[in-house]
Structure formats: C-alpha cells, structure tokens
C-alpha cells in the first residue's frame, strides 16, 4: 500500500533538493511555474495534498529533469548526479550546496555498504562459512576513510 503523506514528503523534499542546487528561490520557481511561492513552500514540505502530475512536470520542464528523476523516492543517486556533472563539462556541479549533497549521499551509501556486509559476514558467521574473527562493525567514518 502507497502511504500518501510519504511520497507527498520523499517528492517534496526532492524539489526542494534540486530548488537549491539550481539556487532558485521560492518566488523565482513560483513565476516560472505560475505558482505562489506560498503553495511551492506546501508542496516542498509535503503539505499540499493535490499535488498535479501537471505541476510535477512544470517543475521537471524548467529545470529539464523526467518525472522518475522527481519522483525518485530513495533519493539522489550522488554516483549518477555527479557523473551527470562530469559529463556535462560542468564542474560546477560539485560545488556549493550541492556539493554538501553529493558528499553526504556518498558517505550515506558507504555506510549503507558497511552496515549490508557486516550483516553478510553475521549471516556467514552464523552458518560456520567463515570465523567469528573476520567479523567488524566500523563505519566509514571510524576507519578513517571518511
């Protein structure tokens, strides 16, 4: 079952993401779309219930994204948008707010990457596949990687 509010809030906040990359404010998005500021704020934080895939698609066509890129509900790939960038000739892209961005998705895919071998390492642990001893639970950031 679509938990309604969730999307509302994961594309909400997906606007608001690429809003500030674009550094785009409220009433400048709001006169591309002809859209109040007021109502862009709603949607943004997920408030606006009657979200229209004609509005979504207004927000794609201004900032030249698809549907599936807005409606993306685990977030930017960081991966994906910084080889955008590269390939674009855009450096950009890196750079600013939106560099904020990309390292965090890079250091929350890392932790992602960690927390799903060491629950495989358990697993293999567990089924006397391999020692007790391989098994560590550091995070990217306690390895100094990070």
Do not use: W
């Amino acid at each position: 079952m679509i938990d309604i509010d969730a999307l509302l809030k994961s594309v909400g906040h997906n606007m608001r993401s690429l809003r500030a990359y674009h550094e785009t404010s409220l009433a400048g998005l709001g006169e591309k779309m002809n859209l109040s500021h007021a109502t862009l704020s709603k949607i943004e934080g997920g408030k606006h219930k009657s979200v229209s895939l004609a509005t979504l698609a207004t927000f794609c066509n201004v900032y030249g994204l698809s549907l599936a890129e807005i409606l993306r509900l685990e977030g930017p790939d960081p991966i994906a948008f910084t080889q955008k960038g590269m390939d674009a000739g855009n450096p950009s892209l890196l750079t600013g707010p939106m560099a904020v961005i990309c390292a965090d998705g890079y250091l929350r895919a890392l932790e992602l990457a960690y927390e799903q071998i060491n629950l495989l390492k358990e697993i293999l642990a567990q089924n006397g596949i391999i020692s007790k001893e391989i098994i560590t639970h550091k995070r990217p950031h306690e390895t100094g990687f990070a």
